[in-house]
């Protein structure tokens, strides 16, 4: 049996992205989507959104139009996804989240959402980043106290946040893994003349320009030699897939808080 989904946002850069793949998944029905009740892309049809030609579902801007989705997914802005959590919880429907930008607080409070509904939070959705995360802990384990680490990343003119989430995903990992804080390690930009390296920072550089869709390096840079881990997207539907394959685990999953790591299988 195939997993209901429904996009919310389905008219942006990441939403159109999520219609194709959904509209072409073997295990998924697309049901539906969802734009906000001032988009001038209300009524229109989700294929024609997505260039993939008409589908027949036409894009609404009522949540309460979509009740026969199974699972939700939201890469919109940090405070429709908020508001969307709490009618998916309150409808008691599933979400995976692929906005980024929260704060503590907002991580916070989507955590306690998962004590009445799964939800799944993640910075990144494709299954190479998340591969890499985890490649991370084993490089941190490794060599992370002998060496200094440098987390690169590079996206699109039109993304807002920064660092991106998945950068500091990665810094999260590797701060977590040697036991340090990375809200006092972080080291976000540097100018001037600074003192030598602190080697217990974790430093943060990050560039913006044109139409890259992403790119993540961890360099572990020691006297004489340096490992560096990338991973570098080049479509926006290696995200849309890694959504879909995340929409259809949370489906089966009891009420909690996960990512994509329990996705893959990759906790510990």
Known sequence: MKVKVAILGCSGRMGRNLIQAAHEHESIELVGGSVRNTSSFAGFDLGELAGIGGIGIKAVTDNEQLTDADVFIDFTSIETTLENLIWCQTHNKALVIGTTGFNDEQVATIESAGKKMPVLLAPNTSVGVNLLFKLLEITAKAIGEHTDIEIFEAHHRFKKDAPSGTAVKMGQVIADTLGRDLATCAVYGREGITD?????????ATVRAGDIVGEHTAF??????????THKASSRMTFALGAMRAAFWLNNAPNGYYDMQDVLGLKN
């Open 196 to 204: 030598e390296r602190d080697k217990d920072t974790i430093g943060f």
């Open 220 to 229: 572990f840079a020691d006297i004489g030699e340096r490992l560096e881990i």
